[in-house]
């Protein structure tokens, strides 16, 4: 009875369509079979699978390279078997490797549904309710019949999945943006790449979508793929346009091309709802009456003078600015927000020729990748080490204090882009289209950092973390020379602190580069860290080490360098209140998905305080 759980079900690349990923072709009914000791694989039918997760596994360890399912039979579907074959399949046991399904979790849904439900099942806010909230004395709940009024600020992930949930609860949603809607961005960062113009507020960090839009696009995340929170973002997007396939990938990617037309969506879907979204503004202060806030000042982002300022008045904040909005940051500190500096991680980004990276990963089957058309996947990496002096095998001076180098955000198939949002300053990353056709494969390593280093560098308080960040984008500036032009060194003039000038490989960063000793950039415990972990990523993934493979200087903003302490069930913050620090910015996320989850979770806090919703979440 009922729905039985298949997992780890390998499929040899020969028996494999490749890129469809929904597809229970004849392969994966023969591994099905197998698993099920069932004699006669096409007699199993097609319908009674589902395919739940599909993974390419190319680790080194296995003789041959393989795809990895994950499927969902309903037993159901199998009744037009024979009596036979039935009496066969009646006899399945729970065992390894084939597990009873567990009911369908409620956020497997996309979210409008699940608010839907939730309305229906609480009839939305009665007017006994309301009439409750008029007379409960509690001057900043919804202190009126009317609906509170909600401004989101910042159109990145959380944002918008905070209007979104706020929306179809029925919230007066304003969401406000400093950047450009996708159509109008898009210019923008073509002219920047183009024609050098980097518009302080409509850039690769700044605009709708947020900094995820003109980003690789992968939809990966820790919190963990089969829980609710993170399935109800990924049937979210496939509700806006995104590809089902998100929903199977164990590697699920958009690429920019799709996230385009996908946000655009998701703007028509809020304004549906009656979401006023006001591009081009920017929040520049905080009005506060009686330690709460009572609304926002704003004013015209594109207008550089700042003549037109305007004070819209709110029942609550939603802060969802990205951790780029440093003059945000600012401002909340001169109302005495609490802000606390946190541990991140800064480095460089490395781009080898992406064939070089196939052939590291796949030896023979490199040949399958085909520029993101062939069968098997653009190969990627993740390494991760950790640093120490207690190793006593490393050439390298390593301090005492711990630290970890990883690669972080790779970007198969990709470029480096520039996201400075200050001309004087050089901070890069990287974004790929939906094929990750390009030559190139880039990756940040990076190394983490604490308090204790910033106070080295004589930064402190709370925004010590912006000021280590800063002093390394204005290095990074002034060694490329200007321009936006990008200082780098080859791996292998890296590791033997050299710089050639000569044989330079080609970079896929379009503002150029310019060759130097990135040794100069960074205090010797970080240099020395990325060398010896370079070093030993090369063990782990042969001829990484490589004067094809180039250092770009410099990746700072890898997550937020700052915390805004909230309220664990609330989402509010501790120091003021009215006020609802969510997603990166506020240093809880990291990524495109998680910065989703978090908006997603504060707009339903948002709702509860404004009796809007009376589940559990
Ligand atoms: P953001 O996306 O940063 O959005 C904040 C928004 O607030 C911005 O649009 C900004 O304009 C606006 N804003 C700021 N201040 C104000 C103000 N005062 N008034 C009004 N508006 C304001 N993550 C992944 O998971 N996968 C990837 O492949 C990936 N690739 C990336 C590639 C690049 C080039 C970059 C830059 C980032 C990438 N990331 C990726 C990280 C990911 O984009 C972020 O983690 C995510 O966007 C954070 O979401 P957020 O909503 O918290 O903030």
Redesign the pocket.
């Known amino acids: 009875e009922g729905i039985w759980r298949l997992s780890n079900l390998a499929v040899s690349v020969q028996n494999d369509p490749g890129k469809d990923f929904l597809q229970v072709h004849n392969g994966l009914l023969q591994e099905i079979a197998k698993v099920l000791k069932f004699p006669v694989a096409s007699m199993l039918p097609e319908e009674a699978f589902s395919v739940v997760r599909k993974s390419f596994d190319a680790r080194k360890k296995l003789k041959e390279a393989k795809f990895v399912y994950t499927v969902d039979m309903d037993v159901s579907k199998l009744l037009s078997l024979e009596p036979r074959t039935w009496d066969f399949i009646s006899r399945l046991e729970p065992k390894v490797g084939l597990i009873e399904h567990m009911p369908r979790e409620r956020f497997a849904r996309d979210l409008m549904s699940i608010v839907h439900d939730f309305k229906d099942s609480n009839g939305g806010i009665s007017s006994r309710e309301q009439e409750r909230n008029i007379h409960s004395g509690e001057s900043h709940k919804c202190s009126t019949a009317r609906k509170p009024k909600i401004a989101v ?8 999945f905070a209007s979104l949930v706020l929306a179809e609860f029925g919230a007066d949603v304003t969401l ?4 450009q809607a996708v159509e109008r961005r898009g210019r923008d960062i073509g002219a920047l790449v183009v024609r050098r113009i980097l518009e302080s ?1 409509s850039n ?9 839009t ?8 820790r919190i963990g793929r089969n829980s609710g929170c993170v399935l109800a973002i990924m049937n979210t997007l496939v509700h806006f346009g995104a590809p089902k396939d998100i929903l199977v990938d164990g590697k699920p ?1 958009l690429g920019t091309d799709r996230l385009v037309p996908l946000l655009r969506n998701f703007r028509q879907h809020l304004q549906s709802l009656g979401v006023d979204i006001k591009f081009g ?4 202060d905080l009005i506060i009456e009686d330690g709460h806030i009572v609304g926002v000042q ?1 004013s015209d982002s594109t207008n550089k003078l700042q003549l037109d300022c305007k004070k819209l008045g709110f029942d609550a904040v939603i802060l ?6 440093r ?2 940051y600012q401002m909340l500190l001169s109302h005495n927000v609490d802000l606390v500096p946190k541990d991140f991680a800064v480095g460089l980004r490395v781009e080898h020729p992406q064939e070089l990276i196939n052939s590291i990963q796949y030896s023979g089957l490199a040949n399958e990748v085909c520029s993101g058309r062939g069968k098997v996947p653009v190969a990627d990496y993740k390494v991760v080490q950790y640093v120490s002096d207690k190793d006593e095998d490393s050439p390298f001076k390593l301090e005492s204090t711990s630290r970890s180098c990883y690669s972080f ?1 790779m ?1 198969p198939g990709g470029q480096v ?1 520039l ?1 400075s949002t200050n001309p004087s300053e050089v901070c890069i ?3 790929s289209f939906s094929r990750r056709a390009s030559r190139w494969a880039n990756a940040a390593l990076v190394v983490t950092v604490s308090t204790k280093d910033f106070d080295a560098l004589n930064f402190h308080g709370p925004l010590a973390g912006v000021e280590f960040q800063r002093e390394f984008e204005r290095k990074a500036a002034i060694m490329g020379g200007g321009n936006f032009v990008v200082p780098v060194q080859t791996v292998t003039d890296f590791m033997e602190n050299k710089v050639s000038v000569t044989s330079m490989p080609p970079s896929s960063y379009r503002l150029g580069v310019k060759a130097a000793s990135l040794h100069e950039l960074f205090p010797v415990y970080m240099t020395d860290a990325l060398c010896y972990s370079i070093s030993m990523f090369d063990k782990e993934l042969p001829g990484f080490i490589s004067k094809e493979a180039l250092l770009h200087g410099v990746e700072t ?1 890898t997550s937020s360098p700052i915390q805004i302490p909230r309220d664990g069930d609330t989402c509010e913050s501790i120091s003021l209140r009215g006020l609802y620090p ?4 506020a240093g809880y ?7 989703a989850v ?2 997603m979770y504060s707009g339903f806090s948002v709702a509860k305080k404004f009796d809007l919703f009376h589940g559990d979440i």
């Open positions: 600020v910042g159109g990145g992930p959380s944002g918008l406000i943006e400093r950047g507020e690769f960090c700044f605009g709708e979508g947020g900094a995820g003109w980003s690789d696009g992968k939809l990966v995340t990617h503004t920017r929040v520049d704003v969802a600015v990205g951790h780029s909005a003059d945000t955000c970007c882009v996201t990353n990287g974004m903003r969510v997603g990166e910015g996320a990291g990524g495109i998905v998680s910065a978090d908006g």
